[in-house]
């Protein structure tokens, strides 16, 4: 994708949505946290489902903590993989306290040294809880980018490299929800709106659907 056709793609989305962020709900950063880690193989639906509870009651590490694992899988119980995410999470919160007193590091590293905690998530909580100008690669990301040509890659490290260097600088703090949200809703992976999508005469995709399909 050249780049005015990037420069057109992003302030279309942006126009459509100036201040996008997370559908995860959370009230800091370490609550955000938890709800990525939470996310994995998940949908933000059920885990807000779960969190709802979950955080007015144990909503700081101490508190998750004090639950133990089995407290605590009985709030995410919902939740694919709960006994996983439970030991990781009180794990987390474990070395949260111990390294970090309590707060949520805003190195890539420390958070990537925690239980639960991939490249992804740690993507994530930089971008949204601390502005920070990453790209979180998961599925509808990696799909966005290499249908529209915007950033081709055969693997989401490639593809995240790639988003890094292809979205202009003004764009790229809110980019990583832009894309994601599109993904979501819009260029879904099966019968993808392509009729009603605003980026559409941008996009390099051979497979665009049409209205009449």
Known sequence: MKPEARQQMFERLRSRNPHP???????DPFQLLIAVILSAQATDRSVNLA?????????TPAAI???????????IRTIGLYKTKAKNVIATCGLLLERHGGAVPRAHEDLESLPGVGRKTANVVLNTAFGEPTMAVDTHIFRVANRTGLAKGSTPLAVEKK??????AEFLKDAHHWLILHGRYTCKAIKPACPACPIADLCAWRGKTRADA
Do not use: I, M
Request: hydrophobic share 40%.
């Open 65 to 75: 903590l004090a639950l133990g694992e089995e407290g605590l899988s009985q709030h």
């Open 51 to 59: 969190t709802r509870k979950l955080f007015p009651v144990a909503g």
């Open 163 to 168: 988003l890094l260097r292809a979205v202009p």
């Open 21 to 27: 962020t997370t559908e995860l709900e959370y009230g």
